[in-house]
């Protein structure tokens, strides 16, 4: 008589809508029903974890302002007047593209990336479901296997932080597919060729996690089928989508070499990143594993596979030792089924680590790479996010050796028991983020709250950067968006930075010839370049530096606020931020004696003739001024340590 099955089987369809039903309740455990408000957008504003968000914000909001035409999702008002992808401030293009149709129905405040996150945890929770499901329909395996994808810590760690990032049900979408091609031996399906394309308009990295599951499903079929014609094809079809869908998007707008001064190799992935329970901003992903030691932008490469995969790698490992009947019979050719597979996982692997190898807090050794092939690798900077394929296949192997290894009713307990483990493990941190939601409902930082900036938004239309990155530039852009202005300020994750110095280059020679345009903002960063552009503004514009640490040239502007320093005679002397292995801050380390001034002829006319230094009523008398070094006035000081006078406002004394 045969044994009564431990469940009744579901078909993949109902699985799918429960795993969808498990995502969506664990958003709103998580974060509640507050950023589904379309109208409350303090969280954005505020910088939920960090401040790229208002980076994603603001491009939405520039692309709200902007006509639209073909490529899409370009706003013109970023990087203007070239334009800028949507793709480059991780606004999420696809959504962005869709509310920008329904544009005249949408309230004055809108914000979509409460939504998009939800669908991220209803769709991981789906396709977590459809993947399991190719192994087992037993609700209790599929559903509870598929807890530890919907809370996994890259994907919480991500979210509403980069909110696009979030976007994980993509990778198991193509793994899904994958294993479905493969049983198949099908290198082309459509459903795969529509998640490539619309990963290319949710966020480019993961068109490159996509099309590497791609490649792996060509190559196995065609070991497999022991044919080439049909398996390269579909990769060209794969391939031709995503890039028909790029340039459909303007990835191709706007965008160089600029926003990549990191190089490939920094945001890598460290050799403990598994059972390192840290990301950014100290968070602690786990309640017993200690946190190790990273170097660099490690922090960008967090994979913390989380304690109940942990212990269920090491136990399923000694068990298989013990019992090794456990293993598959054919596991050579498993493993040579799948041979495209694992090469997909080394090579995501090897590019997470990157050419710089780095363990705990050392770096072991840097692979000398070419330079040309480093600025490629560049394009996808932050590479310890390309493990996450490899991550998601951890936790799917897992949960599939348990099936291996146990009886249907034993693996379907011992997944919930991994699964409680694993939320148990990772709950403080899950809590912290939703506490963290939570503290933008009553209050959020606004750096831009001097009466300066509500009389620049009524006076300019163009907020023109003259260098650098300017301070709070992603409050800046949301400033500029809120007020219907342009910007060419570098706050998007890419940009042309050959077009923005060709710009920059003639602004300053306007400036220097004594044409200001009157319906343009000017900021400068450096305040040596400010010196130099305010003396040639003269009278024309209201010239000062503002609290928080902006240099503004406005044209026109009689501004009358306490809340200012004005550019004139009595302007203090600050020093210069001259940096490099001799310099701190402007102030040479040999000696501690002497510091930098820009040489233009606001300082000559302060220095020439001076006798001593004036800092908070203490007097430093001046031993020597050099101009030896083009560009800069070395002043040697009778002191013990010149860097207490780093950032003080300090006046000569002229003899």
């Known amino acids: 008589m045969r044994s009564k099955p431990f469940t009744t089987p579901w078909p993949a369809g109902r699985l799918f809508a429960a ?61 203007w007047p070239q334009g800028l992808s949507l793709s480059y401030t991780d606004s999420i293009p696809l959504f962005a593209f869709l509310f920008r149709l329904a544009e005249p129905l949408l309230p004055a405040t809108f914000q979509y990336f409460g939504w998009f996150t939800l669908l991220c945890f209803v769709l991981q929770g789906g396709f977590a479901a459809l993947l399991l499901s190719l192994f087992s329909a037993s609700p209790l395996f599929v559903l509870g296997g598929s807890i530890p994808f919907i809370f996994s810590p890259i994907l919480v760690e991500r979210a509403f932080r980069h909110a696009s990032l979030a976007a994980h049900f993509l990778i198991l979408w193509a793994l899904y597919e ?74 191709a707008t706007g965008s160089s070499s600029g926003g990549s001064e990191v190089e490939y190799g920094y945001f ?13 901003w100290d968070t602690h992903w786990s309640r017993l594993l200690p946190v190790q030691n990273q170097t660099g932008g490690n922090y960008d490469g967090f994979n913390y596979l989380g304690l109940g995969f942990l212990a269920g790698w090491v136990l399923l490992a000694l068990f ?72 998601y296949l951890l936790f799917l192997g897992c949960l599939l050796l348990l099936l291996r290894c146990f009886s249907a009713r034993g693996s379907a307990v011992l997944v919930l028991v991994l699964a409680a483990v694993q939320l148990w493990d990772i709950s403080p941190a899950l809590a912290e983020r939703g506490n963290e939601m939570r503290q933008y409902e009553t209050e959020y930082l606004n750096p831009l709250t001097s009466d300066f900036w509500q009389e620049a938004a009524e006076r300019y239309n163009h907020i023109l950067s003259l260098d650098g990155l300017q301070e709070e530039p992603l409050f800046l852009a949301l400033y500029a968006a809120d007020n219907g202005m342009t910007t060419n300020d570098p706050f998007a994750a890419r940009y042309d930075e050959a077009a923005l110095e060709e710009q920059r280059a003639a602004l300053h020679e306007e400036i220097l010839n004594g044409q200001l345009r009157q319906d343009s903002l000017y900021l400068i960063q450096d305040e040596g370049l400010f010196w130099e552009l305010a003396e040639a503004a003269g009278d024309q514009a209201f010239c000062a530096r503002l609290e928080g640490g902006w240099f503004v040239l406005a044209p026109g502007m009689e501004y009358e606020g306490q809340d200012t320093q004005v550019y004139g005679e009595d302007y203090p002397l600050h020093i210069s931020d001259y940096s490099d292995d001799n310099w701190l ?35 430093y008398p001046i031993l020597e001024i050099s101009d030896k070094d083009e560009g800069w006035l070395m002043v040697t000081l009778d002191i013990e340590d010149a860097s207490l006078l780093a950032g003080k406002d300090l006046e000569s004394i002229i003899s």
């Open 19 to 79: 795993g969808c039903l498990l995502g969506a309740l664990a958003f709103l455990i998580l974060y509640g029903f507050s950023p589904l408000d379309v109208t409350w957008d303090g969280w954005l504003r505020g910088g939920y974890v960090e401040k790229d968000c208002l980076q994603h914000y603001a491009g939405w909001l520039f692309y709200r302002q902007s006509d639209l035409g073909f490529p899409f999702c370009v706003a013109q008002n970023i990087n």
């Open 178 to 251: 994958y294993i479905r091609g493969v049983r198949q031996g099908r290198p082309f399906r459509w459903s795969l060729l529509a998640c490539n394309a619309l990963s290319v308009i949710i966020h480019p990295y993961f068109t490159a996690m996509t099309m590497a599951l791609s490649g792996a499903l060509v190559l196995d079929c065609a070991l497999k089928n022991r044919r080439l014609a049909r398996p390269c094809l579909s990769f060209l079809g794969y391939g031709a989508a995503c890039a028909l869908m790029a340039l459909s998007f303007g990835l």
């Open 268 to 280: 890598s992935m460290n050799l403990n990143a598994l059972w390192n329970p840290i990301s950014r």
């Open 320 to 391: 298989v030792a013990v019992r090794r009947r456990a293993l598959p019979k054919k596991l050579p050719g498993l493993v040579l089924r799948h041979a495209g597979l694992l090469a997909m996982c080394l090579c995501c692997t090897a590019f997470a680590v990157s050419h710089v190898v780095t363990a705990n807090g050392a770096t072991l050794f840097r692979l000398g790479l070419p330079q040309a092939l480093v600025r490629l690798c560049t394009v996808f900077r932050s590479s310890g996010r390309m493990f996450w394929p490899v991550y």
């Open 585 to 619: 801050h402007g102030v040479l380390l040999w000696d501690h004696k002497t510091v930098a001034f820009h040489d233009c002829d606001f300082t000559r006319r302060k220095l020439t003739g001076a006798s001593a230094l004036v800092c908070e009523g203490q007097e």
